[in-house]
Every structure is written in structure tokens, then in C-alpha cells.
């Protein structure tokens, strides 16, 4: 709540404004039943038609003043909604941004993304509803009722015994259901999840053909979310025939006592109707009131879930070192007793690694799925924090470091190929933003890329679909390896980055890199012993530790993982492409 007035500070004004001019329309509305009881009783009981004309014209004139103050109320109080809400939308994506690798991990981006379009939505229509009625419906239901007294005291007593059972049956139906909504809103989030997982997956699906499965699922699934929707709904349903019939009920006793006190000589014929008029707008607001109140409450939960990931400090915090020169005889990277735990009471990822790399070199890591390749290269950019020990870029703890200053060292080539919608040039000038043509057509021949952008008509210039899904997988791996070329970074990691070219291929990059990248260090993740066979280090990893450090000679004499790794892929195909 603090942190939604601390967005709305900024629309104060409108805040204010906004409930100020709906009190005023609530107003000219309450003023109306007496117009219309001075029609009856003068205008009608003398039959003065000009006066009657004169009472409409005034009626108009209250309805045109009432529609202008309702237009200028709903302007401010959306205006506060829409604008406070982007605010929040904004923070709560820069939050996002500052989370580490852990923090989303854990997360999920699911509902990452619900808390940011629908749940930022819901606020906006609670803010604006509270805007609008919080003030507005209770001044017409107390408003209404004085009015009523000033008129007659022995009716108004009605309204006084009415508005309690209105309330009663309003407030009742609405603790019923509340909790039912919230039902639906978690139903829903499943529905969605379901959607997102299919269509994310759709290929999978069709392959395994599970269409037919995860049609009956969403369908199970859909039809859970309908019968909570339709229980509900038959509950709310029941809202409005209750009130109507209370209030009716209502109005026949008080046309039934205004009408002997009309007889009595007491009341006027146009009184009445006044008192009439006044319990219909009763009913009225009290239904907008159980609207809002409805609302509000799924606001408030939809802010509760932002305030949850707002309230979540990143993990990492960034240190304040810009740049770093690479010096001489200093290792480029180091990594000194390093052990990392992923999530607490988990096996180590990695255990007490050490190891130097030094500017030039080539530092081949090698393991089976699952030892730890992956997690070694993603502490260098500094993705996840060492539980244990230290890591050092040029010297210094990768902690020390900005985030930009640490990760402009570094070019990361990740596992899993990204690329984002846009064209080719955009994706490859992320690594630089002002990349000549010229520097994108180096990188993408060293990273033996070229031949794809000039087979396509458009050049850099073609458009690459979301995910880069109009690119076979050894495409999207060249290319993301070009864009971090363009970079020029000091340290390269290519995490299995070329298991989907062939050998040949795969051969020709590393020539490539190692002509062309002569300064800098390149971690070449692989699974494949030919890939990284010429390295000048080679990492031998097994479930986290490592198993040996050395050159291939070396390794093979003496580690015994390294060996059968080689052996068990030594085939005639690689052979072929070492010699390449
Ligand atoms: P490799 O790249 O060699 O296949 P990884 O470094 O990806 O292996 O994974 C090493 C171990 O760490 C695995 O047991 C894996 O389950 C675990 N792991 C990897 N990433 C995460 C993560 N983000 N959260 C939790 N555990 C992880
Ligand atoms: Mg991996």
C-alpha cells in the first residue's frame, strides 16, 4: 500500500481532483427527485405547463452540469490510474532487471510476466474505480437518506431500516464470492501456464503427438476454471434479484404510507416520487459499491503478488570497478578454490576448482552432461555468485567489477542459442552499437557465418523471426557466436556453442578463432574431445570436481575419465576432421 501511494505521489493533483468532481456530480444528482417533486407539485398540480418547461430546462441544465463534472472526474482519476500504474510497470521491470540469474531461476518467468501486464492491470482499474466511487456511492446512500428526512421523518424511517438490510444481503454475497474469485484468478494463472508451456512447445507436442493429450489437459483443465466460474457467478446471480426485491418490497410500503400521509394532508403527490427516486438511487450506489469493493479486493491481492517481487532484493550487488587493464604475466582469468551450490542442501555444482588462464590462450573444458561446464564459464560474466573461493579477471575478484565493466571483457556465446526478433545487423551490433558493416562481415567470418547472411537476398538487412525460428539451429549458433565477436572481447566463451555444426565446420571455426582472436582467451566448452583437442589447457570436469588439468598428450596418458571420453568417441567421421 505504501509503495502504490508512493507512485500515486506524483498525481496528487489528479488524486484529489478526480474524487472532488464526482462528489460534485453526486450533487446535482441528489437534486434532481426534488426538481422532479417541484414538477409534480406546482408545475403539474396548477397545470403550468410554462413552469413545467422551465423545471425540464432546469433538469437538463443539472444533467449537462453533472455529465461535465462525471467527464472532468473520470479524466484526473484515469489520468492518476494509468499514469501511477505505468510508474509501477516501469519500477517493477527495472527490479526484473537488477534480479541475478538466481533470483529469476527461482521465480520462474511465468509468472514474471503475469505480475507485469495483469496484475499491474488490475491495480490500474482498482485505483481507478477507487477513484471514482470510494467517495462518490456512500455520499449519494447517506446523502440520499438526509434527503429523504428533510422531506418526511416518518418515511425516511424506511430508508434508515432498508440501507442496513441492503447492506446485510450486499456484504453477504460479497464474502461468499470474494474468496471464490481468488480461486479463479489462481485457475486461471494454470490456464495460462498451460497455454504458454503448448505453444512454447508446440513442436515437441506434435512430434511426440500429444496433441490429443494436451487438448483433454487444457480441457480438464478449462473446464475446472468454468465450474468454479459458473458457482460463482449463480452466487452473484443472486445479487441482484434480492436487492431488487428488498427495494421494491421497499417502495410499495412507502408509497403506502407516503400515500396516507398524502391523504392526511402531510405530504405532497410529488414528495413521494422525491422519496421514491431517492431509495432507487440508493440501490443503485450500493451495487456499484459491492462492484468496487470486489474489485478492490482483487487489486489488493494483485498488489500483494507485485510487492512480493519488488520486496526481493538481487542476490548479487554490483561493485564499482569500471575498467581494468589486462596486465602482463597476470592471469587473464583465475579461479581460485572455487565451489558453487546452486540452491541449499544441493550437491556442489562445482567443488574447489583452481586453475590460470593467460591472455592468448585457449582453454578447453570437457565432461559429460551435467558436470559442471556450463556453471564454470557462467561465473566468469559473474552470472551466479562462488559460494566458496574467488574468481579473478585481470587480477581482480569478478566482484569487484560494474556489471558493464566486468561483461565488457567478456563475450559469452551461450548453450542454448538467443537471438531476438529484428534484423540480422540489429542482433549482431548488440555486442556493439555502432558496428560498421564492415566489422559485422569480420565476425561473421571468423565465425565461418558469412555464407548465411549472403544466401539471403536481404543480407544483413533479413529479418529474424522471434526466437530466430526461420534459422536452423547451426545457423542461430553462428550467428550468436559472430555477435559476440563483434564485441572484440578479451576473454571468449563458446559453451557448446558449435554442437550443431559439423565437424568440418566446427574445424574451420576454431582455425578461424585462432587466427583472427590471437589475444583472446577462449573458454571452448565441449562435449566433443576433437573440438578441443589443440587447446592449450584442457579442464577435465566430472560431476563438479575436476578431474585433471593439462594438454591432450598429458591427459591422456594420465586421466582416466579424459581417455575414455576420447576413446569412446574416437570414430573415423572426427578423425577426418582433425585433419581438416
Ligand atoms: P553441463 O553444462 O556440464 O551440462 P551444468 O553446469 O549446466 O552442466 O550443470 C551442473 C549441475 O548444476 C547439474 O547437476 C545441474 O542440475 C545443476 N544446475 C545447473 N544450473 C542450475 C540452476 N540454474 N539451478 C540449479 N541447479 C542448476
Ligand atoms: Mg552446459
Avoid at 372 to 383: D, E, M, Y
Amino acid at each position: 500500500m505504501k509503495r502504490l501511494l508512493y507512485y500515486m505521489k506524483e498525481y496528487k493533483k489528479e488524486s484529489i481532483l478526480g474524487p472532488l468532481f464526482k462528489l460534485l456530480e453526486a450533487s446535482f444528482e441528489l437534486l434532481v427527485p426534488l426538481v422532479v417533486a417541484s414538477i409534480i407539485d406546482t408545475g403539474i398540480a396548477n397545470r403550468d405547463s410554462s413552469y413545467v418547461l422551465r423545471m425540464g430546462g432546469l433538469l437538463i441544465l443539472l444533467g449537462i452540469i453533472g455529465l461535465t463534472c462525471s467527464i472532468t472526474a473520470q479524466y484526473f482519476a484515469a489520468k492518476a490510474a494509468v499514469g501511477s500504474s505505468t510508474a509501477m510497470r516501469k519500477a517493477l521491470f527495472e527490479h526484473l532487471n537488477s534480479f541475478s540469474y538466481k533470483e529469476l531461476d527461482t521465480i520462474g518467468t511465468s509468472t514474471l510476466i503475469t505480475r507485469i501486464t495483469s496484475d499491474i492491470n488490475q491495480v490500474q482499474t482498482g485505483i481507478n474505480l477507487v477513484l471514482r466511487l470510494f467517495l462518490r456511492s456512500p455520499f449519494i446512500v447517506f446523502g440520499a437518506m438526509i434527503m429523504a428526512f428533510t422531506i418526511d421523518a416518518k418515511c425516511a424511517a424506511f430508508f434508515a431500516g432498508v440501507i442496513p438490510v441492503l447492506f446485510i444481503v450486499v456484504f453477504a454475497i460479497m464474502g461468499i464470492t470474494i474468496p471464490w474469485y481468488r480461486k479463479v484468478q489462481s485457475q486461471l494463472d494454470r490456464v495460462l501456464l498451460h497455454v504458454r508451456e503448448n505453444l512454447s512447445g508446440v513442436r515437441v507436442v506434435r512430434a511426440f503427438n500429444r496433441q490429443q493429450d494436451e487438448m483433454d489437459c487444457f480441457h480438464q483443465d478449462s473446464t475446472t476454471l468454468m465450474n468454479t466460474q459458473l458457482f460463482v457467478g449463480r452466487i452473484s446471480g443472486l445479487l441482484n434479484p434480492l436487492t431488487y426485491a428488498i427495494i421494491n418490497a421497499a417502495v410499495i410500503l412507502l408509497i403506502w404510507t407516503g400515500g396516507r400521509q398524502v391523504d392526511a394532508g402531510i405530504l405532497s403527490q410529488g414528495q413521494v416520487v422525491a422519496l421514491v427516486n431517492y431509495m432507487s438511487q440508493i440501490l443503485v450506489e450500493l451495487i456499484k459499491l459491492a462492484n468496487l469493493i470486489v474489485n478492490v479486493t482483487k487489486s489488493l491481492a494483485c498488489l500483494s503478488r507485485i510487492n512480493k517481487i519488488m520486496d526481493r532484493e538481487p542476490g548479487m550487488t554490483e561493485g564499482t570497478v569500471a575498467d581494468q587493464k589486462q596486465k602482463k604475466n597476470v592471469p587473464c582469468v583465475e579461479f581460485k578454490n572455487v565451489s558453487i551450490t546452486y540452491e541449499k542442501g544441493a550437491d556442489a555444482a562445482l567443488s574447489h576448482v583452481n586453475f590460470q588462464a593467460y591472455p592468448g590462450e585457449t582453454i578447453g573444458v570437457i565432461g559429460g552432461t551435467g558436470s559442471g561446464k556450463s556453471t564454470l564459464v557462467s561465473l566468469i560474466p559473474r552470472f551466479y555468485d562462488v559460494s566458496e573461493g574467488e574468481v579473478l579477471v585481470d587480477g581482480r575478484n569478478v566482484q569487484d567489477y560494474t556489471y558493464e565493466g566486468l561483461r565488457s571483457k567478456v563475450g559469452v556465446v551461450p548453450q542454448k542459442a538467443v537471438l531476438f526478433s529484428g534484423t540480422i545487423r540489429e542482433n549482431l551490433q548488440w555486442g556493439k552499437k555502432d558496428a560498421t558493416d564492415e566489422e559485422l562481415y569480420a565476425a561473421l567470418e571468423t565465425a565461418q557465418g558469412r555464407e548465411i547472411v549472403e544466401k539471403k537476398e536481404k543480407g544483413l538487412d533479413t529479418e529474424v523471426l522471434q526466437g530466430g525460428r526461420n534459422l536452423s539451429g547451426g545457423q542461430r549458433q553462428r550467428l550468436t557466436i559472430a555477435r559476440a565477436l563483434v564485441r572484440d572481447p578479451e576473454i571468449l566463451i563458446l559453451d557448446d556453442s558449435a554442437s550443431a555444426l559439423d565437424f568440418a565446420t566446427d574445424a574451420k571455426l576454431r582455425k578461424a578463432l585462432r587466427e583472427h582472436k590471437k589475444e583472446a582467451t577462449v573458454f571452448l566448452v565441449s562435449q566433443r574431445a576433437a573440438t578441443i583437442r589443440q587447446a592449450d589447457q584442457i579442464i577435465v570436469l566430472d560431476d563438479g570436481a575436476v578431474a585433471g588439468i593439462g594438454k591432450h598428450d598429458e591427459l591422456y596418458q594420465n586421466c582416466e575419465v579424459y581417455r575414455e571420453i576420447c576413446n569412446s568417441q574416437s570414430s573415423a567421421e572426427e578423425e577426418k576432421a582433425h585433419e581438416a
